[in-house]
């Protein structure tokens, strides 16, 4: 009988302890799969991407932003004399494409100058003085000063003199931020400019055909 007992001790014991065994494996390869699981997520290729930087900018990106702020600005104000003294319902309309169009575009650019550290040139139109700019195409005082004189006829045709001298000045700028610019919006904007206002010295030159 003790014999007995202590052979059914014995499978017992080694019952139990192959069983310990057992769960103790089943958890050693559970655990070993979690930790592979948490290395997977902190992964780079988890994780968003970084956001690429903006492309760098040069002189003639910073020149091209600050001569065109003041170059539309002359625009503009020369646009607005338009709404009271034209004749010519053609060139009021043009006068207001021109103000839609470019002050946007200020807007644009006055925000690339802030995000590169740099001045926004003064806001002088209106106010009787130069715009103090190297820009070329700019009205003088005089011409400025001739220009809200005029009325009627006399007006429209002035308008349209100067407006092409004016916008074959922004084609010339903007031709040289395309060939010497270096950041690309700003590259765009300057082929948008050469686009727009070519069509409109086209538009303006026909007029002063027909006038």
């Not at 001045?119 to 000063?145: C, K, L, N, R, V």
Request: aromatic letters at 2%.
């Amino acid at each position: 009988m003790t014999s007995h007992r202590t052979l059914v001790r014995r499978t017992a014991l080694a019952t139990t302890a192959g069983l310990a065994a057992l769960i103790l494996a089943a958890c050693s390869d559970g655990g070993d799969h979690n930790m592979g699981s948490m290395g997977t997520d902190s992964t780079p290729s988890a994780t968003a991407p970084a956001k690429a930087e903006d492309e760098d900018h040069n002189d003639a990106d910073i020149s091209f932003s600050k001569e065109m702020i003041q170059h539309h600005r002359q625009a503009i104000e020369m646009a607005g004399l338009a709404d009271s003294r034209a004749s010519s319902k053609e060139i009021k309309d043009l006068a207001t494409k021109i103000k839609g169009a470019q002050d946007p575009e200020i807007r644009t650019m006055s925000g690339r100058l802030t995000a590169w550290g740099e001045e926004i040139p003064a806001d002088m139109s209106g106010m009787g003085h130069g715009m103090s700019s190297s820009a070329t195409g700019m009205m003088s005082d005089d011409d400025m000063a001739k220009l809200e004189k005029a009325s009627g006829a006399e007006f429209d045709k002035m308008f349209l003199e100067m407006m092409v001298k004016h916008h074959e000045g922004a084609v010339d700028m903007a031709n040289t931020e395309k060939s010497k610019g270096s950041y690309g919006p700003a590259v765009e904007l300057a082929n948008d400019v050469v686009t727009a206002q070519t069509a409109e010295i086209e538009q303006m030159n026909k007029m002063l055909d027909e006038s």
